[in-house]
């Protein structure tokens, strides 16, 4: 059926990703409202123990990744954002933000017992286990950018001066890290070894990164942009190979090296499922119908589902597919809208069997 003029210009202004393909067979199969107090930031699946972490603030609840149903938390985690693990040493880390006393929590990834909390500079944000030196890397929006950790015992390894504010990084396990510079619209190469910055490569029409994806055996990034752009990069030229649009609000992404498929979390309620055909190839495939605020997202390496969280809010959706304006606040910049406690719902976004 042939539809009108207005209406195609209607659906493009309010999504102009709704044209792109839908052929990924993506749904949401489950929804499930946890609830408690506080918000959440970066989560996290272990495919292996089925544990599925969220990070809420002042902890870290930590779910059946099959059931949904909670089974324990990590307390006293101050800002929390994000959560990894060293499978070898058995232990878990949290990068806690508060501005007083900036820390990083260790515990055991079997007990969820704290540890240890170590005290760092910065303000710590997002988090990832780097195998090849097998260190946790912490990153910052203030200096230093990047604090390193060793795994094994809790210890500061050092620091790194990346010259921006990182959001999402990944390692390809063989010596090479890839961070996004979110202040800069770069992704800077990190050897994690030397600790120093060996490349920095441009993101072309991306602005503002945060999500990151890693396809290792191909050497490809999928940097998932603030202005509703997925760049994909060569990992060791730095060429653009591709720019595709995504929905808007993106905070996270990820790679599912078993599928081939690159996501992008969107606070507008979509994800967005970028199909790599070849390593040359690369095509939006679905944009899936979350839910408003869906921002951030972990792979089920086990599953191939992709997990996310939301929440309700009190400022309305001003479209169907439009995240919540955010809202003013003093000194000029920019608030999250109000969440509606209780209303934390887990989402489970995989293709039906």
């Known amino acids: 059926m042939k539809l009108p003029l207005t209406f195609v210009v209607l659906i493009s202004l309010l999504a102009p990703w709704a044209l792109a393909d839908d052929t990924g067979g993506y749904s949401v199969l489950k929804s499930v409202v946890v609830g408690g107090d506080g918000g959440w930031d970066y989560l996290a699946v272990d495919a292996d123990t089925r544990q599925l972490y969220i990070s809420r603030g002042s902890r870290v609840d930590v779910f059946d990744a099959d059931s949904l149903k909670k089974i324990g938390e990590i307390p006293d985690t101050s800002n929390v954002h994000g959560i990894a693990w060293d499978k070898e040493s058995g232990h878990g880390f949290t990068s806690n933000g508060d501005r007083s006393a900036p820390s990083v929590t260790m515990f055991d990834i079997k007990t969820l017992k704290v540890i240890k909390k170590i005290p760092v500079t910065g303000r710590p944000d997002g988090i990832f286990f780097e195998p090849f030196t097998k260190h946790i890397f912490v990153e910052s929006h203030s200096d230093p950018n990047e604090t390193v950790i060793n795994a094994a015992d809790g210890t500061v390894v050092g620091t790194i001066d990346l010259g921006g504010e990182p959001e999402q990084g ?58 509703a752009k997925m760049v994909v990069l060569d990992a060791d030229s730095g060429n653009i190979l591709a720019t595709l649009p995504t929905g808007q609000g993106t905070d996270a992404g990820t790679f599912d090296p078993d599928t081939m498929e690159a996501f992008s979390s969107n606070r507008d309620g979509t994800l967005t499922v970028v199909k790599e055909n070849s390593p040359t190839s690369f095509v939006v495939e679905q944009n899936v119908q979350t839910q408003v605020g869906a921002r951030t997202c972990a792979l089920d390496a086990k599953t191939h589902n992709v997990i996310l969280v939301t929440a309700k809010f009190e400022a309305p959706a001003t479209a169907p597919s439009a995240a919540p304006a955010a809202q003013p606040a003093e000194g000029g910049r920019r608030r999250r809208p109000r969440m509606i406690p209780g209303t934390v719902t887990i989402l489970v976004v995989g293709k039906s069997s």
């Not at 961070?179 to 490569?201: F, G, H, W």
């Open 170 to 227: 990944e390692s390809d396990a063989n010596g090479h890290v890839y961070i996004n510079l979110e202040s800069t619209s770069e992704v800077v190469v990190v050897d994690p070894t030397a600790m120093k910055v060996t490349a920095r490569y441009k993101l072309g029409e991306g602005e503002g990164p945060s999500g990151l994806g890693l396809d290792a055996k191909n050497r490809r990034i999928f940097s998932c942009c603030g202005n």
